[in-house]
Nanobody, 117 residues
Framework: VQLQASGGGLVQAGGSLRLSCAAS????????MGWYRQAPGKRRELVARFSSGDSITYADSVKGRFTISRDNAKNTVYLQMNSLKPEDTAVYYCNAGYRLYIEGDYWGQGTLVTVSS
């Protein structure tokens, strides 16, 4: 599975960005997709992830502001980020796998999101 993330950049606090991650090399609809992030000096953490059925898990820190979605026809998963805060600054990674409730084995290259105050 190959993952190509895009859409990061510099945005002011309160602004919005949409990240995209295109997948190839597997049947996209069978992949469990998610987004993780790693801020400078911190451990990588879950941002949002599809779980069983249509249910989604969000980090508490992004609930109500971020939305994960997927387009199986385009083999792409998105992360819409609204009301961005400086603490959202991180490298965001797309993740894919086949197992529920744990991070997958496949990672995109990461895309940097910088939120200025």
């Amino acid at each position: 599975v190959q993952l190509q993330a895009s859409g990061g950049g510099l945005v002011q606090a309160g602004g919005s960005l949409r990240l995209s991650c295109a997948a190839s090399g597997s049947t996209f609809s069978s992949l469990i997709m998610g987004w993780y992030r790693q801020a400078p000096g911190k451990r990588r953490e879950l941002v949002a992830r599809f779980s069983s059925g249509d249910s989604i898990t969000y980090a508490d820190s992004v609930k109500g502001r971020f939305t994960i979605s997927r387009d199986n026809a385009k083999n792409t998963v998105y992360l819409q980020m609204n009301s961005l805060k400086p603490e959202d600054t991180a490298v965001y990674y797309c993740n894919a796998g086949y197992r529920l409730y744990i991070e997958g084995d496949y990672w995109g290259q990461g895309t940097l999101v910088t939120v200025s105050s």
